[in-house]
């Protein structure tokens, strides 16, 4: 038995696999999982930096109440 995980092996995997898909869809997971590591580095980043600067951490109900006045609105035109 030969190693699984030769070059041979990987190529075809990958040609597979691009088959199946296609690249446009390909793509676009690329795309989609690149903007999720960056956005998660973002919040990552911004979670530390609120936490240095001695800001307290809110419940996520108060965050929530306090961000968002346009849904209360949306709400009150349609009452």
Known sequence: MGDLFTIQHLLLILLIVVLVFGTKKLRNIGADLGGAVKSFKEGMAGSTAGE???????????????ASPEVKTQEKTHS
């Not at 240095?52 to 306090?66: C, F, N, R, S």
């Open 52 to 66: 240095t600067k001695g800001e307290e951490k809110k419940p996520l109900e108060e965050k929530t109440a306090t």
